[in-house]
């Protein structure tokens, strides 16, 4: 039996045209492609590479999982090669991506698990991260940051965005938080944690002489005030940088991105909290607001926890 192996990995969006393969060919690859050709490089046949989570392009990870299953390794000389263990594996994989996307993609951790387990079906959960920057605009954004964080221009009022979210906690159908191209025939899905936090400010901005803030004075709240233990806005730049996390076993196309989107309108004061659940009650995507962009979108991790799935014990 062809074991199978289950490995954890991390990859920049920006490199690639999202995780899964296209019928039509691109300049950039998708990262099941890139995963495919480096396997192939390495057993001299297609293996097929299975991911967890189909992230879009532009959304990166950093705790992606994929299976796939060896059967054999390429003979050299018509002698049939001993297939690589799993350290060695991940060594090759990371070594013939090549060198376009070697600064892209990374294989953390290779393992072989029960023929069982499969990486999409039997995740238990998948976290992800949206970065945001409030009192902030695009050109303000040092360009090595650009495209890591949402730059939106007011300061948003974190404390009612929490509220705001609890709307979506629970089963709900959230056929309005979803892409008119979703292909899922069914809009039920369960959010079981929300969090809005502060993130520690980049150094760079501390650093760049001509960086200055949107605005110091129409704040919703004095800079530097710590509101609910965790609004904080920085007292040097007057930024408000903070996190969007969101965790579900799994998640309808574009989902994520469109949540945020709306708990963003509502920190700006442009949609209520009563509106907010109007929308969701509508079941219609076109009451959502407009999906936002894809690359402060992070994967966190993708959990397991079905004991018929675990690795196979030594003999």
Known sequence: MSPRYKIIYEYTGKSFTGFQKLKYPLVKLPVQQVLENSLEKIHGYKIPVVGSSRTDHGVSAVGQVSHFDIKTRASRGGKEMPLLTPEELTMAINYNVGKEYENSIRIIKTEIVDDRFHCR??????TYLYRVMGNCGKKQIPLELQGKVLPVPPILNLDIMRKASEIFIGTHDFSSFRSAK???????????HIKIFNLP???????????????RANTRYPIGNIKNDDDVI???TGLQYFGIEIKA?????NQVRIMVASLLKVGEGVISIEQLEEIKQKKDRSAAPSTIAPEPLTLLTV????PKVQ???PK
């Open 121 to 126: 079906f039997n995740a238990t959960s998948r």
């Open 182 to 192: 979703c292909s899922s025939t069914k809009p039920i899905r369960s959010i079981s």
């Open 201 to 215: 400010l980049p150094e760079i901005f501390r650093y760049n002489p001509s960086f200055q803030p949107i605005s």
């Open 234 to 236: 920085d007292e040097t």
């Open 249 to 253: 076993r799994a998640f309808l196309h």
């Open 303 to 306: 959990s397991y926890d079905d």
């Open 311 to 313: 690795p196979p014990q």
